[in-house]
């Protein structure tokens, strides 16, 4: 029988006869009703391969168009419909920014990767921007190139990796400022992807030179390397499983798209390899550790693939294509604790349009309405496993997992601990310092619910200040200007 099917019809065929007994075969994807989409928003057009957006269970990140600079916006999950045209940015970069990584230990820290070689990391207040930002927490420099990947250490507080087009990668203690290990002979060219593995003990990328490399950051050496990962000039993408091996997506010698499966131990032969398509849309991918499940969105595609990874051949079972009419600019993906578990909602993604973003709901079926365990084992919160000091010096730590049981809820003290361990609100504190000793004294044991507001309303008067300043900059700017027309 498979002599009379072609090679692809027999790829379906086998991924179909594997996939009959897997939970998420009948996963289906539904975007969301028109109103709860978020339109008008001019989206960067700015030629990089990365995802453009970036989501957590309060806000959505967007890089957006911005005339003599680069910015990105900000806003509140429930802030759905139109959004005016005068709505606050973060728009604190001299050039385009090309990538924006949300921190996974504090949902109001928020990193971005620039076009100008710096990257910068933002505080953002509780309840969103009320005025754009152009001050940055910090600002970390060292790149002599744009800098085009940022991302988070998956569990140590305040290790951020960054990888420029000057081929480095640096790895920064965000608290400090400083960049604590720098990675520069590694990669002869640019690097397309970097990603940590589940206990950020090791990174995986992908390069322009065709390798993709296993590198444990901290003693600065590469454990596995694999030339010609996929033969194809275009670029790869390469990411970590949960369980140590890494998956990666390119294109072959005939400009195929193809995923492939590596163990790191032994990688010199593939544990498998799938060609899909001709597109030439960089096949962005998705994964989520709990259900070993990987998304792939193509930029420029219209559709999402997703596909199961297990131990058994084929190894990546196919399980369905979602499909829609307008190709995608770009995608953010929701971590598990944003999602909603009564739904049996078990991915969200953020679709980005010319004009707008539109959250698209992945869903398993199923008839009963009690809490399903099965689709939502533990997962990872928000609670850094370790100090960045810690990390430095050797230590190891996994995730630390919370249960969905009754739907995730941000704890009460979750921010202000991290503000009070966190060196990243060390700047504001200063400040305010200066401007509300009555404050802090009239108050001595403020609860958290009036500590909280104080801690905004600061910030806000902050960032009024900096306004007016650069306003007044602005206006003696102009004015020498009309003197000099005058003369």
Not at 308 to 326: C, G, M, R, W
Request: proline share 5%; charged share 25%.
């Amino acid at each position: 029988m498979s002599e009379s099917l072609t090679g692809s019809e027999r790829q379906e065929d086998m991924f179909r006869r594997v996939v009959r007994q897997s939970k998420f075969r009948h996963v289906f994807g539904q975007a969301v009703k028109n109103d709860q989409c978020y339109d008008d928003i001019r989206v960067s057009r700015v030629t990089w391969d990365s995802a453009f957006c970036a989501v957590n269970p309060k806000f959505v990140a967007i890089i957006v168009e911005a005339s003599g600079g680069g910015a990105f916006m900000v806003l509140p999950l429930q802030k759905s419909g139109r959004i005016d045209k005068a709505y606050p940015t973060v728009c604190g970069h001299t050039g385009p920014v090309l990538d924006i990584d949300w921190c996974p230990h504090n949902d109001q820290v928020i990193a971005s990767g620039s076009e100008d070689c710096t990257v910068m990391v933002w505080q953002i207040p509780e309840n969103g921007l009320v005025t754009s930002m152009s001050e940055p927490v910090v600002v970390l420099e060292g790149h002599s190139k744009r800098v085009g990947i940022i991302t988070w250490h998956p569990t140590a507080r305040n290790i951020l990796l960054s990888a420029g087009c000057d081929n480095v990668i640096f790895i920064w203690n965000v608290g400090t400022g400083e960049s604590m290990i720098t990675l520069e002979d590694m990669h002869p060219d640019i690097i397309f992807s970097a990603c940590w593995n589940r206990n950020g003990s090791l990174i995986c990328t992908a390069c322009k030179d065709k390798r993709i490399r296993v590198i444990d950051p901290r003693k600065e050496e590469i454990i596995a390397e694999k030339d010609k990962a996929h033969e194809g000039a275009r670029p790869m993408r390469a990411i970590f499983l949960s369980d140590g091996k890494v998956f990666t997506t390119g294109f072959s010698r005939m400009s195929e798209r193809q995923l492939a499966l590596w163990d790191p131990n032994n990688i010199d032969e593939a544990i498998s390899v799938h060609e899909m398509d001709t597109s030439n849309g960089v096949l962005l991918p998705f994964y989520d550790p709990d259900t070993n499940v990987v998304y792939l969105c193509g930029k420029g595609d219209s559709s999402i693939r997703y596909f199961e990874i297990t131990d058994e051949a084929p190894y990546v079972h196919y399980l369905s294509t979602f499909t829609t009419k307008e190709p995608q600019r770009g995608m953010g993906y929701m971590p598990k604790r944003g999602l909603d578990v009564n739904k049996c909602e078990i991915a969200r993604f953020y679709k980005l349009h010319e004009r707008k973003c539109e959250p698209i709901i992945m869903t398993v079926p199923r008839k009963s309405d009690l809490f399903q365990d099965d689709l939502y084992p533990d997962t990872a919160g928000p609670e850094a496993a370790l100090e960045a000091e810690d990390w430095f010096e050797g230590k190891n730590g996994d995730p630390i997992p919370i249960s969905l049981k009754h739907g995730y809820v941000p704890g009460k003290n979750r921010d202000l601990k991290v503000v009070k361990k966190n060196i990243l609100d060390n700047k504001m504190s200063k400040n305010t310092e200066n401007t509300a000793p009555a404050i802090k004294t009239a108050t001595s044991t403020p609860s958290i619910k009036s500590e909280a507001k104080q801690d905004e309303l600061l910030k806000e008067m902050k960032s009024l200040r900096e306004l007016v300043s650069s306003q007044e900059k602005r206006i003696a700017k102009l004015e020498e200007q009309l003197s000099k027309m005058d003369i």
